[in-house]
């Protein structure tokens, strides 16, 4: 049950790190100011315009995570989990102009939950990425650690990872294979029409906003502070320096409400995760261009742990992670494309070997 509930958790970190970043626009292209001054704001409008218009660019990142979780039923664990990663991503305009689309209408619904078509409209994002990521990861958990290198290749919806990965993954040989890949074309759609992953994933959510709030951008705004820091620079380049902090307490009750009524979690692992959401700190600084305008660094860091939640027997929880991202050669051409012998599996396959 640990497993499934830490898995469930690092999900939910996914999508508040997510809505961190994009916290700082609304459905009409504004930008959450709170008190500053109007010239910053101006920089924060501005930065909004020329990220929209971006449809490459390469990056490298670092990642940091620290788990431990103390329970009488389950037993310890603990894990450690670093990456460190570089590659370059592209996006087809009519994906890219499908996800903008997207992102002001969930900015401007009630809720968490996605329609039919919104998942569809993910769905065709993911189809329209093409690019490369190269990443090593180094794992250490209950005292066992793991190094491995990581090289995917994205393009028309197709995600391959070398084979080496793939065997050091799966613990699995993969003779006589270079690539292996999924054809995840209809991924999020099929997904969304099973019952138990839709439960798990909050697709189907009936959650309610905090009490004042109508859309999701009021939820956003209100949870979120913003302040500039001193300027810096990234590589040279003269960047200002905002930090956000996001008060979890106020997106506790909506994000765990997905799950209330529902068989995804038991009461046990709703209250443990409301306990642990509500104790979270989120914090985000975005170092922007002066000049140009777009975002070349983001660093993100989430602190999330109680000691106070023991209802059924889940213990006491403490995680901590850090992500640095730049970003950089905006527009600039990024070519990818899947070696003719990969095997790719189809997706139907996929679901076969599942079933």
């Excluded at 102009?97 to 993910?122: F, K, M, R, V, Y």
């Excluded at 993969?174 to 839709?198: E, H, N, R, T």
């Amino acid at each position: 049950m640990f497993t499934r509930w830490i898995c469930i958790v690092l999900m939910f970190v996914a999508l508040l790190l997510g809505a961190a970043i994009g916290a700082n626009a609304d459905n009409e292209h504004n930008v959450i100011c709170g008190d500053l001054a109007e010239s910053d704001c101006q920089i924060l409008q501005e930065n909004r315009t020329a990220m929209d218009s971006v449809s490459s660019f390469m990056f490298s990142m670092a990642m940091t995570m620290d788990l431990a979780h103390e329970s009488s039923l389950e037993g310890d664990f603990a894990m450690n989990l670093s990456i460190d990663g570089d590659g370059g991503i592209s996006i087809n305009p009519e994906a890219m102009a499908g996800i903008l689309e997207l992102e002001d209408q969930i900015e401007n619904s009630p809720g968490l939950s996605l329609s039919e078509d919104e998942i569809a409209q993910l769905d065709s994002f993911l189809a329209g990425l093409s690019g490369e990521i190269r990443a090593d990861i180094h794992l250490v958990a209950d005292g066992e650690t793991t190094d491995f290198a990581l090289h995917m290749l994205m393009h028309d919806g197709v995600f391959a990872l070398d084979a080496d990965a793939v065997e050091e993954l799966m613990e699995q040989p993969m003779d006589g294979m270079d690539w292996i890949g999924l054809d995840a074309k209809g991924l999020l759609p099929l997904l969304a029409s099973d019952p138990g992953m839709s439960e798990l994933l909050g697709l189907d959510a009936d959650e309610e906003l905090p009490e004042g709030a109508s859309t999701l951008a009021d939820v956003e705004e209100a949870a979120t502070t913003i302040t500039r820091l001193a300027d810096s620079e990234v590589n040279g380049l003269a960047v200002a320096v905002f930090e956000s902090s996001v008060e979890m307490s106020l997106l506790a009750d909506m994000v765990i409400g997905a799950y209330e009524g529902t068989t995804a979690l038991d009461p046990s692992e709703i209250a443990a995760m409301r306990q642990q959401l509500a104790d979270a700190a989120l914090n985000m600084r975005q170092y922007i261009g002066l000049s140009d305008h777009y975002t070349y660094r983001t660093e993100l860091s989430m602190e999330m742990g109680s000691a106070d939640v023991q209802a059924g027997g889940l213990g006491a929880s403490e995680m901590s992670l850090s992500m640095t991202l730049d970003q950089s050669n905006f527009n600039e051409p990024v070519t990818a494309s899947i070696p003719e012998d990969a095997f790719i599996l189809p997706l139907a396959m996929l679901m076969q070997m599942g079933n």
